[in-house]
């Protein structure tokens, strides 16, 4: 991945709640509009070559003012819900028969591959935790979307679900640190150093070659 990639999806990733809140407070919904084409942009830069990103990132861009002007509660409400709802069901399905939990295999990274077995069932049980977060998080807003007032429903959406994520995070790794010292832990930034280079989905067949 080109050094220019992962700050530009941090700068979609973290520009999108603050845009779309912004879309909601002040009517204008082609700061949502802008919104979406900066996440599809990060994304795909990770994906696809200069071209086809610039491609996407334009289509996302002309698709999303269109639905801006026509229909502009559905580009507010939707997104928001949908990334809950594709988040828990990345951590979901890796619950399933035969695959191996996204928490421990983070925690396999961690530790160079090896995994005690108490570890091995609280990191089982921790994704299980994190995809009914963001089950709870797509419904909260999804209700909210249909019986609060915009603001109530933005402030909870677009700032708060993403604090909630971070103060779940930090309080998850302080418990494990307390529950689990017998074992060494990596700090939350040593663990984000050791990940950055490890791809969760691998490259689409033949990308490697390239």
Known sequence: ??????????????????????????????????????VVCGLAAGWLGGIATVLLTTAALVLSLWLAGRFPGLLL?????????????????????GREPLVRRFARIERGGQLA???????????????????????????????????????????????????????????????YRHHPHASPWQLICRLRNYRVVPRPPGEALK
Do not use: K
């Open 77 to 97: 409400y939707t997104p928001p819900i949908v990334i809950n709802l594709v988040l828990c069901v990345f951590f979901a399905r890796t619950l399933l028969p």
């Open 117 to 179: 077995p108490d570890l091995a069932r609280y990191t089982r049980n921790l994704t299980w935790s994190w995809a009914g977060f963001f089950a709870l998080m797509a419904a909260i807003s999804a209700t909210l979307a249909v019986t609060g007032p915009l603001a109530a429903w933005s402030l909870f959406t677009n700032i708060l679900n993403y604090l909630l994520v971070a103060l779940f995070f930090m309080l998850e790794y302080l418990y494990r640190r307390i529950r």
């Open 1 to 38: 991945m080109a050094g220019w990639v992962r700050p530009l999806a941090v700068v979609g990733v973290c520009a999108y709640p603050l845009l779309n809140h912004t879309a909601a407070v002040s009517g204008e919904p082609r700061w949502a509009a802008l919104a979406v084409a900066l």
